[in-house]
């Protein structure tokens, strides 16, 4: 079910959202995951930019970044 | 690690805007702008609500073009840099609302969160209780956004979505340069000017509109947010935004210090009043108002200039809200608070907290 905002497992899917949902929501997941990495997908520079941060904060590590047709996946691996 | 490098989204980069913001918002000061109103949205705003005649209020009244500056650097830089992205539809309405009550509580404070640094740089000791309630209402804020607060998806639009906000922008430039002041007259063509008061000090017009681009530009890049520099700090502990935050108060002090225009005190200070529980009360107020909102005013002008619909939606919510504001008695004056400013303070409080609780999505995965 999904209201609001969607989440698949291992996959955070920002799109769509004001600060600071996405990075809400990615160091929610990453502090919930057993998996070694994650995808964040998020549809704006900012975004982008702030996850990227927040991942590295956390101790992860931002794998790399696909640019796509309006959006990003942001891969993050824990170090 | 990012795809194009951005200088100014980076640890230093935005230590480097918020000087720059700082010492521009400082010199626009000495070059005419009110005492510790180099730059305030929340005042700038209101003096455009008052030159196009939504308010009468007649010493808060003026086409600030710094406003149309930051909107369109901040359009300028989003098409060079590909981040033109015209969205919206993430409950505009409530964004009006908030925008409203925003510009309401802050001017019950008499500033925005922008002008409480710049009101602390210049030695206004009432700002620090602003500054206290803005913190206490962005705090607020994050417990929402804790619980699931969410206005929901903002979705890709049409350009012409995205273009709106820049083109009314230019309108009131074009308004601006086909009424120009008539010195001590208070009207030119359609235009209100204010003849005496803040709304009559301003740095000349290309002065302003020129800063107001660099700004627009540097905080477009930056990702500068007042608000957001309190939210993160509280809510991930992230020093990111905060640092310039510091820095724009760093960049403002020093200026003012060398210019001659830090006077520490409380009383007597510029368009300042020293009733301190209602400065913390209202900064509270429109502090909460920017975080369920997503920005600080600044922010959400640059956003709007990036093709942000709901953004600007809020921009216009800020400029109807100091309609009410000053038509209503509930704008403060160095005097005190207006008449009517208390009860603006309580219902302002109530609608933020009525959206917040409103807009809850409980259900995660």
């Known amino acids: ?79 | 690690m990012l795809k194009r490098d951005n200088f100014l989204a980076s640890s230093r980069g935005i230590v480097i805007a918020g000087i720059a913001i700082g010492i521009l918002a400082a010199l626009l000061q000495k070059w005419g702008n009110p005492g510790n109103m180099g730059i305030c949205v929340a005042c700038f705003e209101r003096d455009i609500s008052g030159a196009i005649g939504m308010h009468r209020a007649d010493v808060v009244q003026y086409l600030r073009p710094e406003i149309i500056g930051f909107g369109l650097g901040a359009f300028i830089s989003a098409l060079l840099f590909r981040e033109f992205k015209p969205r919206g539809g993430s409950t505009p309405l409530a964004r009006f609302i908030l925008g409203m009550i925003a510009m309401i509580g802050a001017l019950v404070f008499l500033g925005c969160p922008w002008r409480a640094i710049l009101r602390l740089a210049g030695g206004d000791g009432n700002a620090l209780f602003g500054v206290a309630g803005l913190a206490v209402g962005v705090g607020i804020g994050t417990l929402f956004f804790r619980s699931g607060y969410t206005l929901g998806r903002s979705e890709k639009q049409r350009i012409g979505a995205g273009i709106i906000i820049p083109i009314v922008l230019l309108g009131f430039l074009a308004l601006r340069l086909v009424f120009p002041q008539v010195e001590g007259n208070p009207k030119s063509g359609i235009l209100f000017y204010s003849v005496k008061g803040p709304g009559s000090q301003h740095a000349a017009l290309l002065i302003s509109l020129v800063i107001g681009a660099v700004v627009g530009i540097l905080a477009q890049r930056s990702r500068f947010c007042t608000m957001g520099a309190l939210r993160d700090l509280i809510l991930f502990r992230h020093l990111h935004l905060f640092s310039g935050f510091v820095a724009l108060l760093l960049g403002a002090f020093v200026v003012n210090l060398i210019v001659g225009q830090f006077h520490p005190g409380f009383v007597g200070q510029p368009v300042a009043h020293t009733q301190s529980f209602w400065n913390f009360s209202g900064m509270l107020v429109a502090g909460l108002a920017f975080a369920l909102a997503g920005g600080c005013p600044g922010r959400q002008i640059f956003m709007s200039g990036e093709g942000d619909g709901d953004a600007g939606v809020f921009v216009l919510g800020m400029i109807a809200g100091a309609a009410v504001s000053h038509n209503f008695g509930l704008a403060s004056s160095p005097a005190g608070i207006g008449p009517y400013g208390a009860y603006a303070v309580a219902f302002g409080l109530f609608g933020c907290l009525l959206i917040g609780f409103t807009h809850m999505d409980r259900i995660k995965s």
């Not at chain 1, 502090?31 to 702030?50: L, M, R, W």
């Open chain 1, 1 to 79: 079910m999904t209201v609001g905002y969607m989440e698949m497992k291992d996959t955070v899917d920002a799109r769509g959202l004001s600060c600071p949902q996405p990075v809400l929501l990615t160091i929610s997941k990453l502090k919930k995951t057993n998996s070694k990495e994650i995808e964040v997908i998020v549809d704006n520079d900012v975004s982008k930019e702030n996850v990227c941060r927040a991942a590295t904060s956390q101790g992860w590590m931002v794998d790399n970044v696909l640019e796509e047709t309006d959006q990003y996946k942001i891969h993050i691996r824990k170090v």
